[in-house]
């Protein structure tokens, strides 16, 4: 018996047991330390957010859909406002344009960016507290790990884009959760999210995929606004014959009979990235890293290299011939020659057509070469480089691993967010953004986090 039909003959509704949970989950129910990702989650997102506010593709969006002042939702670093779907929409694809947020395994995508856009817009439009923002960003997360694992990764080795799709479900619930949906008003809500769910991996190094982002938070909060006022769908969508999970997976895993937290959220596997680029490129960057390190090699070292990683690198960040910034991006051969040469890949305005064509770094990339083994879902890298002069060394490195020491994570995600925000809204803004967010669990009002984001 196969996995689909094993998942099939289960018995497991798995829309009505999302939806149950969704609606009945309380705040005594969720920890203070899955309370602490999301303050860190919540961090990571709106300075990458702001950062990527001004990208060509999240101007277009504010000029077709934002407006200069008057409606009621905040558009980050300046950008005007907009209404609520329409927050949703273009300040989730500018938390995506620079591909520099956060990641999680078990969806294979990334968790926070269709949600938090989402959430954020509604919880301003209802005036809810932070933590009741937090609380929907740990049910959004949830969410989108359960049906993650449900699709599992034949799902997004089939050509989709997991954030966009997968995305629609943790904004959906995150939103359904703010607004205290009740179980079957959840379900519909599920079910409209299911029908919107897209995203197509063949955009990737293009505007579309932020868009995919932006989109998901746009039709998870549209699904539970409508499912509010009694717009129906099937309640079963995502697991039903023709629904989400038959259609959109090759394999479908078995779906838990509950929804156990004891062991912890989904929202404390957060990976956060330190390099602005496709996460399945950071463990070949931390294992060049290593070798520079240890042996003090640089790209004029370079005789030949050999990048060994899981297939399922292969379509997502293998560009061979990158022409712009947003293909660096998605160039594992690329980036790897750049990391030789003691770049700094966090640098936003490395990712440019000039990098792409320097003709320094194509001549070394052409020494590298990427090789793919079948065990899909592993993620090191294992990079060896042999010297002009002979000498040959290995290194390995395994970005997915998430993070123990917290107190760490934040201090590293405040250093990030400080290079990268804080050139746009000023030293002193900052400040109050970080302040803003540490406090929210303790906030009855959002306001002072809008003032820093505007």
């Known amino acids: 018996m196969n996995q689909q039909t094993s998942a099939l003959r289960s018995g497991t509704d798995c829309t009505s047991l999302l939806a149950a949970w969704i609606s009945s989950v309380d705040d005594g129910a969720i920890s203070s330390r899955a309370l602490e990702w999301a303050r860190h989650a919540m961090l990571d997102w709106v300075a990458v957010a702001i950062a990527g506010a ?43 344009a620079l591909d520099f947020d956060d990641v999680s395994t078990k969806m294979f995508g990334h968790p926070t960016v269709p949600v938090a856009p989402a959430v954020m817009a509604l919880a301003q439009f209802e005036r809810a507290s932070g933590r009741d923002l937090l609380r929907a960003l740990v049910v959004g997360h949830e969410i989108e790990s359960r049906v993650g694992s449900l699709v599992g990764p034949s799902h997004y080795e089939h050509g989709f884009h997991a954030t966009g799709t997968v995305g629609t479900f943790g904004a959906a619930a995150a939103c359904a959760h703010l607004k205290k949906l009740g179980a079957s008003q959840t379900a519909h809500a599920l079910g409209l999210a299911a029908t919107q769910a897209a995203g197509l991996k063949c955009m990737f190094g293009t505007m579309a995929k932020p868009l995919h982002a932006g989109k998901a938070a746009m039709n998870g909060l549209m699904a539970v606004q409508l499912a509010a006022r009694g717009f129906t769908a099937n309640e079963h969508a995502i697991d039903c014959p023709q629904g989400f999970a038959r259609t959109q997976a090759q394999q479908i895993n078995p779906f838990p009979l509950s929804i156990d ?66 293909n660096v991006k998605f160039s594992i051969k690329h980036l790897a020659t750049l990391a030789l040469d003691g770049v700094n890949t966090a640098a936003l305005d490395l990712y440019s057509t000039q990098t792409a064509l320097d003709e320094r770094i194509v001549r070394a990339r052409r020494r590298v070469t990427l090789m793919f083994d079948e065990a899909s879902e592993r993620s090191d890298s294992v990079v060896t480089i042999r010297t002009c002069d002979g000498r040959e060394f290995t290194a390995d490195a395994n970005v997915a691993i998430a993070a123990n020491e917290l107190d760490a994570q934040w201090q590293r995600l405040v250093d990030k967010a400080r290079h990268i925000a804080e050139p746009v809204i000023g030293p002193a803004r900052f400040k109050s953004l970080v302040t803003a967010i540490e406090q929210l669990d303790q906030s009855p009002s959002l306001q002072p986090l809008f003032e820093a984001i505007q």
Do not use: W
């Not at 407006?67 to 009621?72: D, F, I, R, W």
């Not at 240890?294 to 990683?309: P, Y």
């Open 54 to 96: 001004s990208e060509p593709l999240v101007r277009i969006l504010a000029a077709e859909y934002g407006e200069a002042t008057g409606l009621p939702c905040t558009l980050l670093a300046g950008g005007g406002s907009a209404r609520p779907l329409d927050a949703a929409l273009i300040n989730g694809s500018a938390g995506h």
């Open 261 to 326: 937290t004891r062991a912890g959220f989904a929202i404390e596997k957060t990976l956060f990235k330190y390099h602005a680029s496709c996460y399945l490129t950071h463990s070949t960057i931390e294992a060049i890293r290593l070798l520079r390190l240890r042996h003090g090699i640089g790209l004029e070292d370079l005789d030949a290299m050999t990048i060994r990683v899981a297939s399922n690198h292969r379509g997502v960040c293998d560009i061979d011939s990158p022409q712009t910034g947003l």
